[in-house]
């Protein structure tokens, strides 16, 4: 029943939300402090355990000792075994002395550090643990990126989309391979089957594109003239604060994808976009592409847009690895051939 005043007239219903946020504020604050101190306690023992030995005084039976004797004063304690006080130490070796990593692996859980710990580049831990504590990922969302190779796929994009995003730097956000086994979809598929399973995927869609990415809608309607024109997905970038067209294309990709994709792009900026926002940016994405037509067709347009491929598995580990190094070595050898010449 409403609420009314003493005249007998409505009163709005009370807003309680801004004391929700607070309260969950302050819960995520106090999480985040029980963390730190956990993991610090971690740091802390790894570094002891580390030092003995070093010095030749601790081996196997000791550190089982050791875990015997915390967990009989500590009854019912957790995180104490022989194994996990090993793990400890090696936390400690692994980031001591990383003034830049050190601090971030305070920021997330010991199970996320767990995950991240025994990769084997440094590189590759370092873009792990920033992006869990950008993104808060959680255990599952953490090793669904580990296990679709984030960081290989995002290395070769930068290397592959270099003279694109220095063009236009707002498409750093993107990349030019997208994972997508989420789908339950055929090998052979429509357009609009990959449409709708993206649209009752959407969690893990953006996971997949990343958490500042929003959903806005799918078959977005827009009116040029007296004809109504739907884009196949339409996001938002937070970090870019820009919306960001999608079209999708079960097969390879043609250069007559792109014109459809720039006019969409106009379509936005002159009629949806706000005042405030930054011009949009686009992606192709399609089952398969040849990066030379790719090169080909973007070479000569303004338009923030790049063209992706997407794969409905997770990828082979061993080919993304290789490619990644051919790439790199690739991109090496034209930077030492450019300064020769100068």
């Not at 995927?201 to 799918?218: A, C, P, R, T, V």
């Not at 063209?307 to 790199?328: C, G, M, S, V, W």
């Amino acid at each position: 029943m409403a609420l009314k005043s003493e005249n007998n007239s409505p009163i709005a219903a009370p807003d309680f939300s801004e004391v929700l946020h607070i309260i969950e504020r302050a819960r995520e604050n106090a999480f985040r402090a029980v963390n730190r101190t956990l993991i610090e306690m971690y740091w802390q023992i790894g570094e002891y355990v580390s030092g003995k030995v070093k010095s030749g005084g601790w081996g196997k039976s000791v550190v089982a000792e050791f875990a015997a004797f915390i967990q009989s004063r500590h009854l019912g304690i957790d995180g104490f075994s022989a194994s996990n006080i090993w793990r400890m130490r090696q936390f400690y070796e692994t980031y001591a002395g990383n003034e830049k990593l050190a601090p971030l692996v305070r920021e997330i859980s010991w199970t996320n550090n767990l995950m991240i710990m025994p990769l084997e580049l440094p590189e590759k831990r370092e873009f792990y643990l920033t992006l869990t504590v950008r993104n808060r990922y959680k255990k599952r969302e953490l090793r669904r990126q580990i296990d679709s190779m984030l960081f290989e796929r995002t290395m070769i994009s930068d290397v592959t989309n270099k003279l694109f995003i220095e063009r236009n730097p707002a498409l750093a956000s993107l990349r030019d391979s997208y994972v997508m086994e989420f789908l339950d979809v055929p090998k052979t598929h429509k357009e609009v089957e990959l449409r709708k399973a993206i649209a009752s995927n959407l969690k893990d869609f953006i996971l997949e594109f990343g958490k500042d990415f929003s959903f806005i809608g799918d078959e977005y309607r827009v009116q040029v003239g007296n004809k109504d024109f739907r884009i196949d997905l339409l996001l938002f970038s937070r970090a870019l604060s820009c919306l960001v067209a999608i079209e999708l294309k079960a097969t390879d990709f043609s250069p007559a994808h792109l014109g459809q994709l720039e006019f969409y792009l106009e379509a936005l900026d002159r009629d949806v976009r706000k005042p405030n926002e930054n011009p949009s940016v686009g992606l192709i994405l399609c089952a398969g592409k040849d990066d030379t037509v790719v090169e080909y067709a973007l070479s000569r347009s303004m338009s923030p847009a790049l063209i992706a491929d997407y794969q409905l598995h997770l990828p082979d580990k061993k080919l993304l690895e290789n490619k990644l190094r051919e790439l790199t070595e690739l991109a090496e050898s034209e930077s030492l051939s450019d300064e020769d010449d100068e």
